[in-house]
């Protein structure tokens, strides 16, 4: 893992995303979801534009330091051991923010919260989870990366659509976005 670490700021929100981790460019500009996943993450959330999105929604990832790239290109997916080091941060801010949605971000982020299956069994749904000494929603989200190409054809296509509807039909982001109109 190459320092330093990236956070979202301090968003008090009960909204969390949770991310796999930052890529090669979120260190230096100190945010995540902040080069091409991120530019595709904010079109789903059209509502809000990326700055509104950024201040409203509690953004975070399994690790918090870039993992560094494959040998043959790409980012590393974090390890079993990275993921554990860097659990007890986002224990801490559940128990801080206390969030009522949580919105996961791929494979990775997905396996935090989820028995993970396929993306076809996970993607679309609304979950209730109890962890931490919480009950929370999750809807999960396919990995904006332009390396796969799962959210841009069937099904997933249609199950991030949904999944999408799902999380604008969420209490909590329903009273997020009448803030934001307000």
């Not at 043959?72 to 009522?100: H, Q, Y």
């Not at 949605?101 to 396996?111: D, F, H, N, W, Y």
């Not at 979950?127 to 904006?144: C, E, K, N, S, Y």
Request: with cysteine.
């Amino acid at each position: 893992m190459h320092r330093p670490s990236v956070s979202g700021g301090p968003v008090l929100s009960k909204i969390l995303l949770v991310g796999q981790a930052p890529g090669d460019k979120e260190p230096s500009l100190g945010r995540p979801f902040a080069w091409t996943a991120g530019r595709t993450l904010f079109k789903w959330f059209g509502e809000f534009g990326e700055t509104e999105f950024r201040n409203r929604i509690y953004m975070a990832a399994a690790c918090r330091c870039f993992p560094g790239k494959k040998p043959k290109g790409g980012d590393r997916v974090p390890n079993r051991e990275e993921v554990t080091n860097c659990s007890r941060w986002m224990k801490a801010e559940f128990e801080i923010l206390r969030p009522e949605l949580v919105i996961p971000v791929g494979k990775l982020a997905i396996e935090q919260f989820l028995d993970y299956t396929t993306m076809e069994d996970m993607i679309g749904e609304k979950q209730t989870v109890a962890r931490w000494g919480r009950h929370f929603d999750v809807i999960a989200l396919p990995h904006p990366s332009g390396a796969s190409p799962w959210p841009r054809m069937e099904p997933g296509k249609t199950l991030l659509e949904k999944a999408l509807r799902l999380i604008r039909q969420h209490p909590v982001y329903q009273e997020i976005l009448a803030e934001v109109d307000r």
